[in-house]
């Protein structure tokens, strides 16, 4: 289907609740957030980007309606669905953008999926990512899964690579400002 000239999943497929399913409010999301890449990260065409948690493509799709370009974004989901959906609507039009799907267990969206191990690794090469953007996912994970995550995102991030995240909060509470979490490989002080 498509919305204001741009692609979009069917409203079954969209996750983040019923409000989601509304063309305007599912496509204006995703631009939002592109609009945020940019002014907040600096993202841009010699950016590479990785978005753990892809879902049906909200933000590629924004960034695609915004004319934000970067030189790779690779999204993962454990929903196979999903990551096959990206891949055939948006991968087909934009080679730069790499969907993956990664098999773990996930309560609500893959239960029957085999526990994290911590041996997972993340589809992308070691040190070949600037950013990581994760939109409310660690709200659904346990502890040990975002340990496994934290230890993956050291290892694909760049030394000037950071993670961007957000976290799930109830309506009516006021967005705080976005603070960009960055990495040091340096060893500890002693």
Known sequence: MSFEGVRLPPGRM???????????????????????????????????????????????????????????????????????????????????????????????????????????RLPVDTGAVDLVYLHSVFANLEPADIRVYLREFRRVLRPSGCVFLTPFVEDAVPPAPSIPLTTSRSAPAS
């Open 14 to 120: 969209r996750y983040c609740g019923p409000r989601f399913r509304d063309d305007a409010t599912f496509l204006g999301s995703g631009r939002a957030e592109a609009r945020r890449l940019v002014s907040e990260l600096a993202v841009g065409e010699s950016t590479s980007l990785l978005e753990v948690g892809c879902g049906p493509g909200r933000l590629p799709i924004g960034m695609i309606a915004e004319g934000v370009r970067v030189a790779r974004y690779d999204g993962v989901d454990i929903d196979a669905a999903a990551v096959r959906w990206c891949r055939r609507h948006l991968s087909s039009d934009h080679p730069e953008m790499r969907f993956h799907h990664v098999e773990a267990q996930h309560r609500r969206y893959n239960p029957d999926g085999p526990a994290m191990a911590h041996t997972f």
